[in-house]
């Protein structure tokens, strides 16, 4: 969910700046390759536009048959910049042959990375072959490459794309605004969106006086191993972007993930993350002390601190960040002169 959130954030600045709104449909093509599992259930499509295709490949196949398949898709591609989300050799290595071959310039999103994935194969060779580095906002192992460029992180909306607040509490379902409003992230892996699902239902026990939650999760489908029970306990939104409502929450209870972690920290909402384990990314290194839970009871105790001062403060004014994309944009447009 991350790669395709940082992807399609690219992309929705990069058709809002290559293409002026009075000269959409003039040719100029946004392509977005994914075999991401969430990507048929996210509205990429009203994301975009008109103007950019949106190419998915089955996430199930083996590499040999994912490698085909994207090799034959860049073969066959026209295109002048090629940009690569955090793997500069593909997830399972389906971009070390082909990469070299194409004719055009390429770009590498390069964020954080665990070293562990870094030796395995000498990453530094394929990184070598960019002919730009994008660093979105947070060190990574080869930032100091001579064509690596650091920008403020990406951001899927501009601060003054955010919703105001009784927008945003109406996307949230929520009825009042009596209560501040706790959102709870669930996306990831199944078992880690049934997780934030049953911290979500124990917080509405525990705060049902003091707080208004909400178990926010792009996921169109509920868990089949989630009972009846700990649904009903919980008030579910399904919502993607969850950028554009952030201002109707008070704070937000989720993973350590690249997208919620700065979106957070953007428009200064208060956040509490679990980190969760991954092969590739190190979720417990991007969060910051004060952010880090290690387990329900410390985030129940923190909830409940931050609701104190909530609860004497009224709603912020509308809040101001500048958004990494825009930067990038302009970096990759100069490639092409």
Known sequence: MGHLTRATSLARAA??????????????????LTNSPFASQLPLATELGTDAQIVTLDPHPGRDE?????????QNSSMDVL????????????LSDILPKLNCHKVLIH??????YCAQVDIAEFVRQFDCILVPGESAPFDTFPQAIQTVPWLIRDAHELMSPAAALRMLEVETQNLPVVAVIGCGKSSEVQEMRSIAAQLTKDFRLQ???RFVTPRQTESAAVSIRSQSEVHTVQLWPFLQAIRGVAMIVGSGGYNTVNEARATQTAFLGLSQPRLYDRQDRRLRAHERVSGYQE????????????SMQPIGS????ENGVHKAIEIIESLCG
Request: charged residues 25%; contains cysteine.
């Open 83 to 94: 940009v690569v989300d955090t793997f500069p050799r593909g997830l399972g290595g389906e």
């Open 211 to 213: 707080a208004c939650v």
């Open 111 to 116: 964020r954080d990375l665990n070293p562990r």
């Open 66 to 74: 994912t490698a085909r398949s994207v090799t034959s898709i860049l």
């Open 318 to 321: 509308a809040p101001r960040y």
């Open 15 to 32: 058709v809002r700046s290559l293409i002026p709104e009075s000269e959409r449909t003039s040719g100029v093509q946004i392509s977005l």
């Open 299 to 310: 985030l129940r105790q923190r909830v409940a601190v931050v609701l104190e001062s909530c």
